[in-house]
């Protein structure tokens, strides 16, 4: 193949100043290239190449100099041409440096073998006992789907066979992602723009821990790779990971590659199976079933779902203040407040007489009304007083939802990254919602102090502190595909809050109408596992005045710790499009079965409780291990968390039709 070709040459005159001696490309293509090509070429070496793809062009990189002197390189030379044409393996067989071709060299272009002079060299090396431990976790991070990856640097050929293996393997499972790389790095690389996986080796660098579960099966295919590279590609085109219609699914299906039983490898690289869920699987379904009908038949009903229609909030509707639980019978006649950020505090918005609604309206935007509910016969006043939105009683009965749990057990990072996927418009795609903020305030401090945190800057949240009065996290008005709108507020309590019920933060849960029950998988350790909250929340449940039903939807939170066990594995992937109440259930007799096969069915008892239920998997933050529990270093990609909000909404009658109304029988 031909390609254009670029030699650079170090000026003594002065440190790092790269001079261009020789080329076969016009003055403004070589200029563009000098411009891409600049953050790499000052941190090459001797002892690397390197091969940097940059979308439709790539380019590969050889340098030149005296190593036993001095690490530091005199020229480099860049072959440069399309990336269909100058392939990432093309980079690795191309031959050494010849010092005796740099003088002049690079003035035409020049033709570039589809098979180098090092192919069968490197094709040996990489299925070699020395290059395993280097390919292993290379291969394990880019399974992970980590796009920028530094390696410790050991000698010269380990980087070149791994690196040949690796793009070898991908190529068998089928994951055509570009992939660039430097063999060796005399220094750190700031961010770049490279699509695809960047992998560097450095001298004197910690190498990075990548996930346990795909290390796990990164062992597996390096050594079937080392075995017969043949018989792994027929193994994996058995199983349609090769043409699998995206990552996630090409990784179930590379998992059934894993051994069933206890195996000792030659490298260690894996000593347990994953947790199989049994044959019992399908008696845990069938009596899940069986206790569901059970208590629906001894249950009131439930609440029919709204109208279809718009319709505003009927005259003389009561409002219940989730926060003192008082009755609001006054809504429309009471006069708006507006909160003074100066002042600290809120004042009186009078309006005047005899206006229509339409009239009103602009006194109500980002109003407030004080809550005039009788308690023990007085009203409320002094430090006692407390607003809620303006919105929040004008368009039908709000919907009230919780989050149960003890502390990190997730329930802060579930919520944030729900928000962040209602406001992304996940909410939108996946059922046909529209969704605005009910008090713009609260839903801009949520944003400031929980979502951007997690989702823009990668920090782990704070834990939910405990108080004696709470009120909702944020709230939305949310409309469905009927036109019917519903306010929705949701309520993160701590988890010593709840444990205990020792105050009034837990007062809304005698009006609530979903919760969200986060299960954390750290418990799930086979032996028999309970949930104070859960039995505590339950028994306000069973016990409150308010005959409304209360919906459930069981979460396994942090799924991703669990990718790797069935049936978590076939749920934690992108979400089935439209709203299927088959597919809910499908998804909560997988969980159900799972849990009771790790004896903690104790943690399903809201299925039998509650009067609508489903139970599913979520990952706030996609599996990124903590740093010193302040960051995740690798980026946060919340996985399935709008599933459960999904259910819990046609459960408690936002969502409407008749398959929302199926969805949790």
């Known amino acids: 193949m031909t390609t254009d070709q670029i030699t650079f040459h170090v000026q003594p005159g002065g440190p790092g100043a790269i001079a261009t001696v ?6 403004e293509e070589s200029r563009t290239w000098r411009r891409l090509l600049d953050p790499y070429l000052p ?10 793809d940059f979308g439709a062009r790539a380019a590969a990189i050889r340098w030149q100099g005296d190593v036993i002197v001095s690490l530091a390189w005199e020229y480099a030379h860049a072959y440069v041409g399309e990336n269909t044409e100058l392939t990432v393996r093309q980079a690795l067989e ?15 272009p020049v033709e570039v073998s589809v098979l180098g002079s090092r192919h069968d060299a490197l094709a040996g090396l990489a299925r070699s006992a020395d290059v395993r431990p280097v390919l292993t976790p290379l291969l394990a991070h880019v399974l992970w789907g980590e796009r920028r990856i530094v390696m410790p640097w050991q000698e010269p050929s380990l980087p070149e066979g791994a690196l040949w293996g690796l793009v070898s393997i991908l190529e068998i499972i089928g994951d055509p992602q570009p992939t660039s790389f430097l063999t060796y790095a005399s220094g750190s690389l700031a961010p770049d723009a ?22 796990r099966l990164a062992g597996l295919l390096v050594e079937r790779f080392a075995d017969n590279p043949d018989e792994l590609r027929q193994e994996v085109a058995e199983r349609g990971a090769d043409v699998a219609e995206d990552r996630q699914a090409r990784i179930r299906r590379l998992l059934t590659l894993l051994p069933t039983r206890q195996r000792q490898g030659t490298g260690g690289w894996w000593t347990t199976s994953p947790v199989l869920i049994p044959r019992t699987v399908q008696t845990a379904k069938t009596a899940m079933t069986t206790a569901k009908r059970r208590v629906t038949s001894e249950k009131q009903a439930p609440a029919p779902n709204p109208s ?3 319709a505003p909030r009927p005259a003389g509707q009561v409002i219940v203040c989730p926060i003192c639980l008082g009755e609001i019978t006054d809504w429309d006649t009471e006069s708006p407040w507006q909160w003074e950020p100066s002042l600290g505090t809120y004042t009186e918005r009078p309006v005047p007489e005899g206006l229509t609604e339409l009239q009103r309206a ?21 430090e006692d007083r407390h607003f809620l939105p303006a919105n929040y009683g004008r368009f039908g009965r709000p919907v009230v939802l919780g989050f149960v749990g003890l502390s990190m057990a997730g329930k802060s990072h579930l919520l944030s990254a729900m928000v962040a996927g209602i406001v992304g418009g996940e909410l939108r795609q996946s059922c046909k919602v529209s969704c605005s ?9 949520f944003l400031a102090n929980q979502v951007n945190p997690l989702l823009r800057d990668d920090r782990v949240l704070l834990g939910t502190q405990e ?12 409309t469905d595909e009927a036109g019917q709108p519903r306010p929705v507020a949701f309520f993160d309590i701590a988890g010593g809050d709840l444990a205990t019920l020792r105050n009034r933060a837990t007062d809304f849960l005698y009006m609530a109408d979903g919760l969200f029950f986060v299960v954390d998988p750290d418990r799930l350790d086979d032996r028999w596992v309970e949930d104070r909250t859960f039995s505590n929340v339950l028994d306000i449940v069973r016990e409150r005045p308010r005959p409304d039903p209360v919906s459930a939807a069981i979460v396994l939170a942090k799924a991703d710790k669990l990718r790797f066990d069935e049936p978590v594995t076939r749920w934690l992937r992108p979400e089935p499009q439209p709203l299927s109440a088959t597919q809910f259930l499908r998804e909560s007799a997988d969980v159900y079965a799972y849990l009771a096969a790790r004896n903690a069915l104790a943690l399903a008892e809201p299925y039998d409780k509650c009067a609508k239920a489903t139970l599913h998997v979520a990952s706030a933050t996609g599996g990124n291990g903590e740093e010193k529990n302040t960051m995740y270093p690798r980026g946060v990609r919340p996985q399935r968390v709008i599933r459960p909000l999904v259910a819990m909404l046609a459960m408690t009658g936002v969502l409407t039709g008749p398959e929302a109304g199926e969805v949790g029988i």
């Open 194 to 215: 490279l699509p695809g996986t960047f992998v560097s080796f450095q001298p004197d660098t910690r190498p990075g821990q990548p996930d346990s579960g795909f290390l």
């Open 22 to 27: 020789a080329t076969s490309l016009l003055p």
């Open 308 to 310: 279809p229609r718009y």
């Open 94 to 108: 191309l031959p050494d440096l010849n010092p005796a071709d740099i003088p002049g060299g690079g003035l035409i």
């Open 437 to 445: 903020p009910l008090e713009q305030a609260r839903h801009q401090a």
């Open 467 to 478: 108080t004696d009065v709470v009120e909702f996290a944020d709230a939305f008005l949310m």
């Open 43 to 52: 941190v090459g070496s001797p002892l690397g190449r390197g091969y940097l």
């Open 362 to 382: 602009p006194y109500l935007n980002g109003a407030y009304i004080r809550c005039t509910a009788q308690q023990n016969g007085t009203r409320q006043q002094g």
